[in-house]
Each structure stands twice: as C-alpha cells, then as structure tokens.
C-alpha cells in the first residue's frame, strides 16, 4: 500500500506539447477574461471595475472632496488588481479624460493628458473623484443585485459586475487586445441608446434596423462626421454582424480671409476618434513642404480652452474645395474606424450585434431590479415582524412589565416572554432591547403607522415580484430617467454620403473656350 509521502516529488511524465497547448489556453483565456475584453452586462473591463468599487468604498464620490490619484492605484492594486500600477493609474486617467470617454466616470483634477498625446502627469500630482454619472453604475450595489468573488488572496470580496444602471458597452465604447482576439466598440449617444432601449422593451422580437430607427451611427466624444454612404449601408452592416469598417471625417470650414477676402483658409474645428491632433498639424506641414499638397502657405493650431480650431491659409488662386479634398485624402482628417464589438456573455466571448448587446443589457436590469426587490421585501417583512412583536408587547403593556420583572435574568425573560405571549425569538429581544421612550402614546402611534406602510410595501413588492411585466416597466422607467438626466445632443454627424476624392477636371466648371 502506497502512503502519500510516497508520491512526494513524483515526475508524471507528459507530452511537451499538450503541456504547452493546455497551459497556452489557461494563459489565453486568463487575459481574455480577466485583462482584455469588457463584461456585455455592465460594459466594464476588470480594471475598470475595480477602480470605481474602490473609488466608491474610499469615498470619492461625486460632490466630494478629490483625493489623491497614487491612494486610489495604491488601494486598487494592493486589494483588488494584482498586477501593475502602470495599468491601474492608466486606465483610471483614460476614464477622466473627456476626449477618450463619451461620458467620463472620472472627474480628474491635474493634468490629465491632452488630445495632443501630452502625457498626464505622476499619479502623485494628479486627483481625482468619481463623475456624476458614475454613481448610476454603482447604485443599489448594497442591495444583493450583483454577486460577490473574493479577490486575489481571498481576504476581501469583490462585485463580478456593477448593477450598471447605464448602457455603459455601447455609451462609452470599449477597445482592448486579447490574446488570438481583440475589441473595438465606438461610443454611442446615450439618449438614442435609451430610446432603443424603451422600444426593445416595448417590443422584443425588434431588428437591427428598428434600432436604427434611434441609433443613427456611433457618437464619438471629439464630433466629426461619418460618411455613411448613399443608403446609409456603411453604419447598417456593421450593426448587423458587429464588424465592419466606418469612415470618419474632421469638420472642415473653408473662410474666406485677407483684407480683400481674395484668399481663403481652412479651419479645422473636429477631427475624427482618437487622432492625434499634433501628428495631424505636423503631417499636413510636411505634405504641404514636400508639395504633395500644393497651395498651403501656412499651418497653424489656435487650439484654447474654448475649442479646437486649426488653421490651413491657402496661397492667392488656389482652390479651396481641391486642397480640402487632398487633405481627406492624405491626412487622417479622414480615417476608417474598424468595429468589432466582441464582448463577454456568461464568461465567453462573443461577437454582437447592437441588438444583442441592448438584449443583454435588458436582461441584466431585469435580474437586477428583481433582486433588489427581493432584497427590500426581505427587509421589509424582517421589520414588519419586529413591529408586530412591539405592538403586541404594547397592547399587553402591564403584563409585559410585570413578567419580565419577575424573570432572573434576560435570557429568562427571552424565553418567558416567547411561551406567554407566542413570540419569536427575535421578537422577544426586540420588546426586550425596546427604550422606555416607546411606550408613550406619540411612539405607539408611530409604531402603527410604520406597519401600515411596510404592510403596503409589503404587498406592492410581492406583486411585482409576481408579475414580469411590472419588472420590465420599471427598467423602463428608470431607463428614461437616465435619459433625462445624462442625455445630451450628439455630437458626430452621420451624413449619407460616399468619400471620394474629388478631380481637378471635377472642380472646373464647363464652359466654352
């Protein structure tokens, strides 16, 4: 008979490369999972969660003072993400930073980087709080709406997912490479999402092209215009297998300038998603030396807190529309933005389309709103059964006062007070634990009318949790206040358009010589 100390140190002999193909997918998966892709119900990578748990549990909520970035990383890292700081403090200062986030969750105070790729300065000078918006992922967290796993080391729990009270996947986009895989969600506008939220619930058997009744094309926080082609075809395929290739413009006004408005200028007011707007200004100086682009006398960015305004002056007889046109061509004033709107549904990624995602997101509330009820109904009836005990313990005031007078000790009076007057133990230590105040007509009375009202609560929490279309309504009712309290006017122009490059010959008028 072998003993275990026998099989100490034993070598179980394996083939090299079914170790390494077993060990390269628990590595794959890992960094899918845990690292790379956003969760489909609350929209959130690891890292990003966990930050705005920790945000929540040190107090850096909205309205409150801000709090030194290098305490939030420290906290991160040292209870909830093991790995490194750079990661942390990086994806927190992508959060705050109004021209990455749609709806930034971060409210950031310091330098927090600029769309010029400046890098945003040491997390020890930099702070921060959460954004007003912020505290709709994080509400009801306290209610049992979400399940818990314990952290790394097991010594503290963490919510796998946020009860996400907005449409956070599709608002705030997500990007992220994992291994053999990799995200690339736009940002969308949030009052169009709530829209096609209400009709989804309204109508579940809805199409791609019904949610495109209010979805018109991503939203990006830095404006620009999306060439969506004639028939609109472009934005349509992507939404329908959820990839495909979506072409972004700058805004581009040309003016006429000098003193005799003979010359003209270009200004640049948007540029498309995540350019970098100093490598645009440098790549059109470079075009413009090398005569690539022909007719640009001067390049310059008069960028200031009140917006972006970069200037291209034209030389005298120079064609405006044709030098806009190369520009688009040349440039990434026009650049192609690929989709891929892989997320993670039960731990598994998967490709979506904007229908399935919106899907997901319903069914999530829906889980959430019921377990918040069920959470309050189980509070409700807890102290319901309370009161009843003290209303009893009231009405029976003398003979109370006299038995537990007359008992040795409190566990005595417990048990004494449970057979005379049939009480639970809980409701025994109540009346036992009960101030002297109570007794007074004023408490009695209020005593009474807190039983009345959680006996309506009560009965109004049974219903719903009984009927899966109350559910459903209030998902919508607290899907429009999210509209009316965060909705905003888009900012991206979707225009029905193909992008071309338009000729020389195109741009001189016919006429006979």
């Known amino acids: 008979m072998t003993t275990n100390s026998d099989n100490i140190g034993k070598i179980e002999p394996r083939r090299i490369d079914e ?25 959130l990578k690891p890292v990003q969660r966990r930050i705005m748990y920790a945000m929540d549990e040190l107090g850096m909520r909205p309205g409150t003072s801000f709090k030194k970035s290098a305490r939030l990383v420290g906290e991160v890292l040292g209870k909830y993400h093991p790995h490194g700081d750079s990661s942390v403090y990086e994806a927190q200062v992508r959060m705050a930073q109004h021209f990455t986030m749609r709806y930034p969750m971060v409210d950031g105070q310091g330098n927090f980087g600029s769309i010029d790729n400046d890098p945003p300065a040491a997390m020890r000078y930099t702070e921060a709080r959460l954004a007003g918006i912020a505290a709709e992922m994080l509400s009801d967290l306290d209610k049992n709406t979400v399940n818990f796993a314990t952290n790394f080391d097991d010594s503290l729990e963490e919510p796998t997912v946020l009860p996400a009270r907005i449409p956070y996947l599709l608002a705030n986009g997500a990007s992220g490479i994992a ?18 939220i209400a009709h989804l619930i309204d109508n579940p058997n809805a199409t791609v092209d019904d949610m495109m009744q209010f979805i018109h094309g991503p939203d990006f926080p830095t404006g620009g215009i999306i060439m969506a082609g004639e028939d609109g075809s472009g934005v349509r395929a992507t939404y329908e297998t959820g990839n495909g290739r979506i072409l972004m413009r700058g805004r581009a006004e040309i003016q006429p300038f000098g003193k005799t408005g003979d ?22 100086a470079h075009l413009a030396r090398d005569k690539k682009i022909e007719g640009i006398s001067d390049v310059r960015d008069e960028s200031d807190r009140q917006g972006m305004r970069v200037v291209v002056e034209l030389r005298n007889h120079t064609d405006p529309v044709y030098v806009l046109s190369n520009l688009y061509e040349q440039t990434p004033l026009q650049m192609a933005y690929n989709m891929n709107m892989l997320a993670l549904v039960d731990g598994q990624p998967q490709v979506l389309t904007v229908r399935d995602i919106l899907h997901h997101y319903i069914v999530f509330r829906i889980e959430v709103i019921t377990r918040r009820a069920q959470f309050d109904l189980d509070k409700a009836l807890e102290r319901d059964h309370i009161l009843i005990g003290l209303l009893k313990a009231l009405e029976n005031l003398d003979e109370v006062i006299a038995l537990i007078r007359s008992s040795d000790d409190a566990d005595t009076a417990r048990t004494n007070l449970m057979s005379g007057f049939d009480l639970t133990q809980i409701q025994a230590q109540a ?8 007794l007074t007509a004023l408490d009695s009375q209020r005593l009474e009318d807190e039983h009345a009202q959680l006996t309506k609560t009560i009965g109004e929490l049974t219903e719903l949790l009984s009927d899966q279309g109350k559910v459903r309504e209030i998902v919508r009712e607290e899907n429009q206040e999210i509209r009316k309290k965060f909705g905003d006017k888009r900012r991206t122009e979707v225009i029905q358009e193909d992008a071309r490059r338009l000729t020389r010959d195109e741009l001189i008028a016919h006429a006979d010589m």
Not at 179 to 196: F, K, Q, W, Y
């Open 19 to 43: 170790e390494l193909r077993a060990s390269y997918l628990d590595y794959a998966m890992s960094v899918i999972v845990s690292r790379a892709l956003p969760d489909v119900r609350d929209g």
């Open 179 to 196: 291994v053999g895989m990799a995200t690339s969600i736009p940002p969308h506008n949030l009052r169009e999402l709530c829209d096609a």
């Open 263 to 284: 010359r003209h200028q270009i200004v640049i007011t948007e540029i498309p998603y995540q350019l970098n707007k100093a490598s645009l200004v440098e790549k059109i």
């Open 431 to 438: 009346i036992l634990d009960m101030q002297l105040r109570r």
